[in-house]
């Protein structure tokens, strides 16, 4: 069903579609399907797979990393906090820090010269400290 390199987007839907027209009721899909759903995730977010392709959004998460793991392909790094090690700025430097919580919370930190413990607040911030 599937060639030997990546289909591309046009084309797993047209794999979907005539799978669909053509199975039985409650069959499962292929994983050769899933293969070509999951081999769209360099290009494609699973968000945007599981739309353009009527999935399951966690059916497609799930696949894409299974897909990855069994093809050895490194997925996107998960967030993590990295400590910045910070020199005197020069005077009469500006900067904004801007940090994202899971869940929404935002915290902006703005200074002017001197820079405050933006390790510390950090962490304090992200519930690492």
Avoid at 80 to 94: D, K, L, M, Q, Y
């Amino acid at each position: 069903m599937l060639h030997q390199s990546q289909p591309g987007l046009e084309t797993v839907q047209e794999l979907f579609e005539e799978w669909r027209r053509n199975k039985k009721r409650r069959e499962n899909i292929p994983s050769a399907l899933w293969d070509a759903a999951a081999s769209l995730s360099g290009k494609y977010s699973a968000h945007q797979i599981s739309k353009l392709l009527h999935l399951n959004h966690t059916a497609v998460r799930d696949h894409i990393r299974e897909y990855r793991e069994n093809n050895g392909i490194q997925g996107a790094k998960e967030n993590t906090f990295v400590e910045i090690g910070f020199i005197s700025p020069v005077a009469n430097s500006e900067c904004t820090i801007e940090l994202e919580r899971p869940g929404g919370a935002k915290m902006r930190i703005c200074f002017k010269g001197s820079c405050p413990d933006i390790a510390g607040l950090s962490k304090a911030f992200l519930g690492q400290a």
